[in-house]
């Protein structure tokens, strides 16, 4: 009998792929769904961008990149780092990679060995602890519950650390939850990993651009642990890339080192045609970027005051990315049609199923009382979404507690 490897079996798979491949193919039966699981803009990529990469292709760049990227890439995020974020970095520890799912895959996968820890906090992006199994690694997961805007404290990290630490994921602007750390915050986080220099902080930024509170700001900033920052980043959110494929890190010089090295062996450099693309965005005009935030703010409110009329949902109103995260734990342990919600994932598929409308139950990110909607989609979509989705928790009206 043909087995996977101990290594695949141990995996979970992606629970929001998974709910859009549900969602696609009741579409393909001809139901009306609102995919509100997929997590990527649904603007086009701009124009300037499109035209580098017809650009490209007309100039052959149909050859094999180095490795960690092209020399004019790294240099064009290395102008944006400076220009964006005042931070200074050298080409060489600019390591760019097929997507910022796979740049944080090569980060853990070359500092996590067998039993060392890494703590992720919750709700997290799904496939960051698949990645810490994938590379032998534990988990150690610190939950944030809504009440705290589902953001750790100092005291919750530094009760987390361990002489097994090796490395903390923090994510900001946050998928699922749509939190941003402030400065202060993050300034509280620095201070405490500061007393531990064994600790790498990974800071995945790819919402950077998605903002509703001014600037970012990275944990990269703070002297006392920018040496051990990895700041994850990419095009596909800010610049509308999603299928583009590029990610990139920025990373202290032994780390990049080490990915180059692991990525050199397993996919080498991403595609030359979504390099030059990416390098137009980055050294372009920026409009595009805050035409696109406004249109994610303008939805953000929207969606705020849509879910808060629904009974039972409890929201917060998040201050970056394109997710609402509202606690539906109301509905958890309800029974309708002789069927008792044990979970939100469960929660989600009733609205699939019952309102034709598909979200991500919160139980993937670590938040098992919470569902996630993208509200990246169009104003009416929305607006018809949440009707269908207060009609069919209306249902549950009727309905008693399991005792």
Not at 10 to 32: F, V
Not at 304 to 318: A, M, R, T
Not at 347 to 375: K, N, Q, T, W
Request: proline share 5%.
């Amino acid at each position: 009998m043909s087995q996977v490897s101990k290594r695949l079996a141990a995996l979970s798979p992606s629970e929001t792929l998974a709910m859009s491949q549900k969602s696609n193919e009741l579409k393909a039966q001809g139901i009306d769904v609102i995919n509100l699981s997929v997590g990527e803009p649904d603007f086009n990529t701009p124009d300037f961008i499109k035209d580098a990469a017809k650009q490209a292709i007309a100039d052959n760049f149909s050859f094999y990149s180095p490795a960690p990227g092209y020399l004019s890439l790294q240099k064009a995020i290395v102008s944006k780092l400076k220009r964006e974020n005042q931070l200074e970095y050298a080409p060489s520890q600019i390591v760019c990679s097929n997507g910022a799912k796979q740049s944080v895959c090569n980060v853990l996968m070359s500092i996590v060995g067998p039993g060392d820890e890494v703590i992720v906090p919750a709700p997290y992006w799904v496939s960051y602890v698949e990645m810490v199994k994938l590379a032998e690694g534990v988990n150690v997961v610190v939950t944030a519950g809504i009440e705290q805007d589902f953001k750790i404290t100092p005291a919750q990290l530094e009760a987390a650390i361990t002489p097994k630490t090796k490395a903390l994921i923090l994510c900001s602007p946050s998928n699922p939850t749509g939190s941003v750390y402030s400065k202060d915050e993050l300034k509280g986080l620095a201070d405490i990993l500061a007393k531990y220099p064994d600790i790498t902080i990974l800071s995945d930024e790819i919402y950077e651009h998605i903002n509703y509170i001014g600037q970012h700001e990275s944990i990269a900033q703070f002297e006392n642990v920018r040496e051990r920052v990895v700041i994850i980043n990419g095009v596909s959110k800010g610049y509308a890339m999603t299928g583009w494929r590029l990610g990139w890190i920025a990373a202290p010089q032994w780390i990049a080192s080490a990915c180059n090295k692991l990525q050199s062996q397993y996919t080498s450099g991403p595609s030359s045609i979504a390099q030059k693309a990416a390098e137009a965005a980055y050294n372009g005009p920026q409009d595009c970027v805050e035409t696109m935030r406004q249109a994610f703010e303008r939805r953000r409110n929207l969606m705020v005051k849509l879910c808060s009329e629904i009974p039972g949902f409890k929201v917060n109103k998040p201050q970056g990315a394109f997710y609402l995260f509202p606690d539906c734990s109301y509905y958890i342990g309800k029974t309708i049609h002789g069927k008792t919600i044990a979970n939100s994932a469960e929660l989600a598929m009733f609205l699939l199923e019952e309102a034709h409308v598909a979200a991500v139950g919160g139980l993937a990110f670590g938040a098992p009382d919470c569902i996630r909607f993208s509200y990246a989609a169009a104003d009416e979509l929305l607006v018809e979404a949440m009707k269908r989705v207060k009609e069919a928790t209306a249902k549950f009206a009727d309905t008693s507690f399991n005792i």
